[in-house]
């Protein structure tokens, strides 16, 4: 079965710095990487999807790369922001009929 | 932009209850999913369904139970609730393998 891991758990960080969130999983057979934000009591908003056929995914201050065969992303964050603020999860996707979770890492930006 | 609504954002029942969640996804989606997340352990995968009336179990199935009656509505039915039930369930919808949209949540609380 398919794990997912994610580190830090928790990372705080003074506004303005670049930052890198990693995620980790043991089968490298997969259809698709996502990394997603969530807010507190709030569901979960798609930031970037790496098909596994690509190497990264950009959109705005945000970076995502992935390298199957070592079974890793990142997430790397430019310029952060005090709205950066939320936890971030990473979900693999093997088949297309679910995605695997991390357990997120939790991002604080210090104004 | 796809839509993928909950019926409630919180909810209290009481133990032995039958509870229903509802989701409706606007966007044609053949997938649907359930989700609950609980603290350190993430989300976790309780039903998925690919098509209408079709169904599959996930990683935490026991206890719940699911209905697609429709394309675009899926409804996971807890048949007798119970205090362990407690927790955030999340509705998700996709297009094959592709970029996963979910809900806001629904926060469930069984007293």
């Known amino acids: 079965k398919q794990e997912v891991t994610q580190i830090p ?14 995620c980790s999983f043991t089968d490298s057979a997969i259809y ?20 596994s056929s690509q190497r990264e995914q950009t ?3 945000l970076n ?9 992303s990142t997430l790397y964050i430019a310029a952060s922001q005090p709205g950066d603020s939320a936890t971030y999860l990473c979900a693999v996707s093997q088949t297309g009929n679910q995605f695997y979770f991390g357990t997120g890492t939790s991002l604080t930006v210090i104004p | ?4 609504t909950q019926s409630s954002r919180y909810l209290v029942k009481r133990t ?16 649907m999913f359930w989700y609950r997340q609980d603290p350190g352990l993430g989300l976790r995968l309780i039903y998925f ?25 899926f409804s996971l039915i807890l048949e007798s609730a119970s205090t362990n039930q407690t927790s955030m369930y999340l509705c ?18 069984v007293t």
């Open chain 1, 64 to 72: 995502a790369s992935l390298d199957k065969s070592s079974g890793r």
């Open chain 2, 16 to 31: 032995g209850e039958k509870v229903f969640l509802e989701c409706v996804q606007d966007m044609d989606h053949e997938n």
């Open chain 2, 49 to 73: 369904s690919y098509d209408v009336k079709m169904k599959e179990k996930g990683d935490i199935p026991e206890g719940y139970s699911v209905s697609r009656e429709k394309k675009e509505r």
């Open chain 1, 9 to 22: 758990a928790a990372l705080s960080v003074p506004e303005g710095e670049n930052l890198v969130l990693n």
């Open chain 1, 59 to 61: 959109s705005g201050r």
């Open chain 2, 1 to 4: 932009d796809v839509k993928v």
């Open chain 2, 92 to 109: 998700a919808s996709s297009f094959g393998p592709s970029r996963g949209y979910f809900g806001p949540g629904t926060r469930l609380t």
């Open chain 1, 32 to 51: 698709n990487l996502q990394w997603f934000r969530q807010d507190p009591g709030k569901g979960l908003t798609s930031l970037l999807l790496i098909q």
